[in-house]
C-alpha cells in the first residue's frame, strides 16, 4: 500500500517556473519507480517524466526534456519535478504514480496504465 499526495501547483507566467513534490506515506519508497503524467481539460492524460528506483535513471517526454528535471530524496520519500521555462501549453493537472519494483522495459515507463498507485493531482496554470 502507497499513498502519494502531490503539492506545489500554482498560477505562474510565461516563462516561470514551479517544483511540484510528491510525498509518499511507504517506508520502503525507495523501491518503487516513479512518474509525473498530466491531464488538460478535454485531452489524454500524457506521460511527463520518469525515474528508476535502483540507480535513477529518467526518462523525459519530448515536450518536458531539456525544460523539466524530475528527482527523487528517498531518505524523504520524496519525488520532485522541476519545471522551469512554462508555456501556456504546460497548463493541466499533474499527478505522481509509483510503480511496484521489477524489471521493466524502458518504454513502459511512458505508459500510465502499468503504474499501480496515484496521487490525488495538483493544478498547475501557465498564462499568458
Known amino acids: 500500500q502507497v499513498e502519494l499526495v502531490e503539492s506545489g501547483g500554482g498560477l505562474v507566467q510565461t516563462g516561470g517556473s514551479l517544483r511540484l513534490s510528491c510525498a509518499a506515506s511507504?517506508?520502503?519508497?525507495?523501491?518503487?519507480?516513479m512518474g509525473w503524467f498530466r491531464q488538460a481539460p478535454g485531452k489524454e492524460r500524457e506521460f511527463v517524466a520518469a525515474i528508476e528506483s535502483s540507480n535513477e535513471h529518467t526518462y523525459y517526454a519530448a515536450s518536458a526534456k531539456g525544460r523539466f528535471t524530475i528527482s527523487r530524496d528517498n531518505l524523504k520519500n520524496t519525488m520532485y519535478l522541476q519545471m522551469n521555462s512554462l508555456k501556456p501549453e504546460d497548463t493541466a493537472v499533474y499527478s505522481c504514480?509509483?510503480?511496484?519494483?521489477?524489471?521493466?522495459?524502458?518504454?513502459?515507463?511512458?505508459?500510465?496504465?502499468?503504474?499501480?498507485?496515484w496521487g490525488q493531482g495538483t493544478q498547475v496554470t501557465v498564462s499568458s
Open positions: 511507504a517506508r520502503t519508497f525507495s523501491i518503487y519507480a
Open positions: 504514480a509509483a510503480r511496484n519494483p521489477g524489471i521493466y522495459q524502458e518504454i513502459s515507463y511512458t505508459i500510465a496504465r502499468y503504474y499501480d498507485y
